[in-house]
């Protein structure tokens, strides 16, 4: 069974730093990354890191402030998030894929159950 896990949400002030954390278990995956969502916005797309190689991708809005990277003994994916703002507000979802099909065509096949990110002004 597959399982992916979040933790590591908060509540932090804006500019500040949080880092969240996915166990995954029951297989191996191709891809894994983190969308989010926001009260009353579509979920959205964060960042995604090939599995194997270690390959990634960013929204816009978070390059040069986020940073997504695996530790394979560990099976977990990471995302550092420095320089918070409130924009950032939003449930935060883990999400893997069974294959790799590019990095820049990420269709989740699992998904985590969410974990809190509040950024206070």
């Known amino acids: 069974q597959v399982q992916l896990v979040e933790s590591g949400g908060g509540l932090v002030q804006t500019g500040g730093s949080l880092r969240l954390s996915c166990a995954a278990s029951?297989?191996?995956?191709?891809?894994c990354g983190w969308f989010r969502q926001a009260p009353g916005k579509e979920r959205e797309f964060v960042a995604a890191?090939?599995?194997?190689?270690?390959?990634?991708s960013y929204t816009d809005s978070v390059k040069g402030r986020f940073t997504i990277s695996r530790d394979n003994t560990k099976n977990t994916v990471y995302l550092q998030m420095n320089s918070l703002k409130p924009e950032d507000t939003a449930v935060y979802y883990c999400?893997?894929?069974?294959?790799?099909?590019?990095?820049?065509?990420?269709?989740?096949?699992?998904w985590g159950q969410g974990t809190q990110v509040t950024v206070s002004s």
């Open positions: 999400a893997a894929s069974t294959y790799y099909s590019g990095i820049a065509r990420f269709v989740p096949d699992y």
């Open positions: 029951g297989r191996t995956f191709g891809t």
């Open positions: 890191i090939k599995w194997s190689g270690g390959t990634t």
